[in-house]
């Protein structure tokens, strides 16, 4: 019964869980223009939350990312840096995705679980470099819109909409440039430390906790999508 066994196998990327709190989690830092604020907001509420970084990033401020790991937040990867994996070989995808991986644990003293890709972009050959480099795909079912050219009411809506029990919430704790691979990267005005602190302000209003991609995982199980996207920048769904 090969088939059935197959069936049974956890496959896909990983897109929510099951579980009764949020993940939120942060991608492109750490970042020291933004980072250290939006930490000292996790710690006033008391939530921990997993950090998708760059290892462009991360090799400009290894002791930033030390003081994130320290604070008890969960590290993961969101790439070497911010190109697409879908535009790499398996091989390259694969290779570099592991040695990423193996720097930033050693760094962090974490071992290294969860892959984001950066812009969402991922293939069906790209998802099996990154499960051959040892780490599993995470995407996100809600965002907070701190990427887009929106109002600060806007994001707050839409982050309140979006966010409940077993989402994973969608938000960034860096900004990109030329050393991350990227080029032409509009500016876009966000109190990001406002903005969390006002969204973790209502969901404990409404009684839902929030945590880390891991600790949501291990209370319920993860929810799996098999639908890849190659999307075109701009992106609906962020970056
Ligand atoms: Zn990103």
């Known amino acids: 019964m090969r088939s059935r066994r197959q069936l049974r196998l956890p496959f896909g990327t990983i897109v929510a869980t099951a579980s009764t709190r949020v993940a939120l989690s942060f991608d492109d830092g750490p970042d020291e223009r933004i980072t250290p604020d939006l930490l000292a907001v996790l710690a006033e509420h008391g939530v921990s939350a997993t950090f998708f970084v760059l290892m462009s990033k991360v090799r400009r401020d290894p002791d930033l990312l030390r003081t994130v790991a320290e604070a008890g937040h969960e590290i993961s990867l969101h790439g070497p840096d911010h190109r697409r994996i879908t535009e790499l070989s398996r091989r390259d995808a694969t290779l570099g995705l592991s040695r990423a991986a193996d720097e930033l644990a050693a760094i962090s003293g974490q071992t290294i679980r969860w ?85 973790l302000g209502g969901l404990r209003e409404q009684g839902t906790g929030v945590g880390t991609v891991g600790a949501a995982i291990e209370e319920g199980d993860a929810v799996r999508s098999l639908r890849f996207l190659r999307p075109r920048r701009p992106s609906p769904w962020g970056r």
């Open 115 to 199: 892959y984001r890709p950066p812009y969402g972009a991922l293939t069906a050959r790209a998802f099996v470099a990154v499960r051959q480099s040892g780490l599993t795909p995470v995407l996100w079912s809600a965002t907070t819109w701190d990427w887009k050219d929106v109002t600060h009411a806007q994001r707050i809506d839409k982050a309140r909409s979006g966010a409940q029990p077993g989402s994973i919430l969608l938000a960034h704790d860096g900004l990109l440039d030329t050393l991350d691979g990227v080029t032409g990267e509009p500016e876009v005005r966000c109190d990001r430390p406002k903005l969390i602190d006002e969204v």
